[in-house]
């Protein structure tokens, strides 16, 4: 049974920063592409952030040159690090395993973790 579970989320003012892990079982991480997805209050879920197997990496437009995405294949962990949070970066954050770089759905979906980001 694969299982993400997210910690690092909070509370923070605008332009602190947060790191979001998240850890990952039950699949063999190695072989998996992985992601964050956020969901803000009445709006639709985005991508965040991807990682490949290979360590390529994509961002969506509202975090570059802010967030960056790293994994551990040893631990099966993967990270988002968030630097000058802004309020509109307010959502719950998803982790994502099995990110497709054509659809930006994923096969796996952990249980989100709330970031708060004030003004």
């Known amino acids: 049974q694969v299982q993400l579970v997210e910690s690092g989320g909070g509370l923070v003012q605008a332009g602190g920063s947060l790191k979001l892990s998240c850890a990952a079982s039950?699949?063999?991480?190695?072989?998996?592409?992985m992601g964050w997805f956020r969901q803000a209050p009445g709006k639709e879920r985005e991508i965040v952030a991807r990682?490949?197997?290979?360590?390529?990496?994509f961002y969506g437009d509202p975090v570059k040159g802010r967030f960056t995405i790293s994994r551990d294949n040893a631990k099966k962990m993967v990270y988002l690090q968030m630097n000058s949070l802004k309020p509109e970066d307010t959502a719950v954050y998803y982790c994502?395993?099995?990110?497709?770089?054509?659809?930006?759905?994923?096969?796996?979906w952990g249980k989100g973790t709330l970031v708060t980001v004030s003004s």
């Open positions: 994502a395993a099995g990110v497709s770089r054509a659809t930006m759905d994923a096969d796996y």
């Open positions: 990682i490949s197997r290979y360590g390529d990496t």
């Open positions: 039950g699949l063999i991480f190695s072989s998996y592409a």
